[in-house]
């Protein structure tokens, strides 16, 4: 008997499976905590006036896919009219089966908007102004959509020089949803390139009301700005970088580098890897001293088409997948923090799926008992949050590690209708604990893995980064 599409029990191959998700992980609240959603447009509450501004806008993983598809960047990123765009999305998708947007994108039109035909040239038109009714209205402006999604607490992803605004009018708002900022300094680690360089620390420096002359001005500038994160609720940092720095550095290695590039001369190689490994040590530590949470996305190749680079700019869909050796910098940059008993709570994220069964085993050489999960391994990321990737990567989890500490699943998005992720992630969850039940690989005792799976969805998250209310509204 064939199964119909997205139907109640997606995903869910089993009868245990199908009871592990709908009684257990269905209901749970989201804790999103780490995202690139504007934090502007939730302060504003803003109301979208078309599906396209909500959905298609910033989304590279549809551009990708558009171009692919042959789509002209007019009809993706250019001057075309939100409909002539929607149109060729909707052209797009049935071109999309066996990859994740296809799931994704008929999930999102029906948790959100109640659609269930699917999405192509004919049906185009009917859904384009079905949705679109729905966002006009009071029940679609951004923090209702949150508040339709069941999400308990969001992290925006932030720059030191942020003046956080939009944090400060939310937590004076009243809004249940909480909305906390995440402490991203990759652009205080860039020193590659002189001049761009310069230019962030002097608007580093401007928001901070300091000027930055040397090394020790930039330590204390992200200082004072790692405090005032931590005022406005922040607990979080988060670094995406191709891998960690862990070169040998004295201080005057450091000092010379620093001020040769703010006297805008290029560094060598050597020259900025001893600087950005004497940062990130400094960054970790001060994380530390706050209990906070490090996040480091790993081994992404970014802005490989230098011809759209220049078109658009970055973060438009020329990235891939990195081949970059990781384990030995990973592993002596933990082993530096924790020699000085200055590791805090670490989370790990790989784009390379090469590298599962690295990190998998790397997080274990540095849990000391002190917190459940103290490093972890982070969810499926960018290209591997789907499907496959999601069940390699809770597989390889519980081959190395211990899955029940798991913090469990984030979207990662720049769009406010992504959250129907957490139950693809959810039900891809349920059914592998399913499967195994059935199997015989693990016990009938659904109490104990039905709690099992709750902690993943949520319970681990909200023990681990131990999120508080004390946000200071001005």
């Known amino acids: 008997m064939k199964i119909p599409f997205l139907n109640d029990n997606f995903l869910l191959q089993t009868a245990t499976a199908r009871q592990l998700y709908h009684e257990y992980a269905a209901a749970m609240p989201i804790i999103d905590y780490h995202c690139h959603l504007p934090p502007n447009q939730i302060a504003e509450d803003r109301q979208f006036d078309n599906i396209t ?81 729905l966002l006009r209205t009071p029940e679609y402006s951004v923090r209702n959509l949150l508040r339709k999604m069941n999400v308990e607490t969001l992290c925006t992803t932030d720059d030191p020089a942020d003046s956080l605004d939009h944090h400060r009018t939310l937590a004076a708002s009243g809004f249940e949803v909480q909305i906390l900022p995440t402490f991203r300094p990759d652009k205080a680690m860039a020193v590659e390139k002189a001049a761009a360089y310069n230019q962030y620390l002097d608007e580093l420096g401007v928001a901070a009301g300091v000027t930055i002359q040397t090394y020790d001005d930039l330590l204390a500038t992200l200082r004072q700005r790692h405090d005032f994160f931590h005022a406005q609720g922040c607990r979080l940092s988060d670094h995406g970088l191709e891998r960690l720095s862990s070169a040998d550095f004295t201080s005057e290695q450091v000092t010379a580098a620093f001020d040769k590039v703010r006297s805008g001369r290029e560094l060598s190689q050597a020259e900025a890897e001893a600087l950005k490994s004497s940062l990130l040590l400094d960054l970790a530590r001060l994380d530390h001293a706050r209990g906070w949470t490090q996040q ?131 039900r891809v969850l349920c059914n592998l604990f399913g499967s195994d039940i059935e199997n015989g690989e693990l016990p009938d005792e659904l109490a104990l893995l039905g709690g099992i799976i709750q902690n993943i969805c949520y319970h681990n998250a909200k023990a681990y980064f131990n999120f508080c209310g004390c946000v200071s509204p001005t």
């Open 296 to 426: 480091f996305h790993l081994g992404a190749l970014r802005n490989n088409n230098s011809r759209m680079l220049r078109q658009l700019g970055p973060d438009t869909g020329w990235d891939s997948i990195g081949d970059f050796a990781q384990s030995r910098h990973l592993a002596l940059f933990l082993d530096r923090l924790d020699s000085s008993d200055q590791l805090g709570k670490t989370i790990l994220y790989n784009l390379n799926p090469a590298d599962n069964e690295v990190l998998a085993t790397m997080v274990g050489n540095f849990n000391d008992g002190s917190v459940a999960g103290k490093v972890q391994w982070g969810s499926g990321w960018w290209f591997l949050d789907q499907k496959d990737g999601i069940e390699k990567q809770l597989n390889t989890l519980s081959n190395m590690s211990l899955i029940s500490q798991f913090v469990g699943m984030l979207t990662d998005s720049r769009s406010f209708l992504s959250y129907p992720r957490h139950e693809y992630f959810r």
């Open 53 to 133: 501004q909500a959905w298609l806008s910033g989304d590279h993983y549809k551009w990708r896919a558009m171009r692919t598809n042959g789509v002209s960047e007019r009809y993706i990123t250019g001057d075309a009219s939100d409909w002539e765009k929607f149109e060729q999305w909707a052209e797009t998708v049935p071109q999309t089966v066996r990859n994740p947007l296809y799931h994704w994108t008929h999930l999102e039109l029906q948790r959100y908007f109640g659609v269930t035909e699917l999405l192509n040239a004919g049906s185009a038109r009917r859904i384009y102004e079905q949705c679109n009714a």
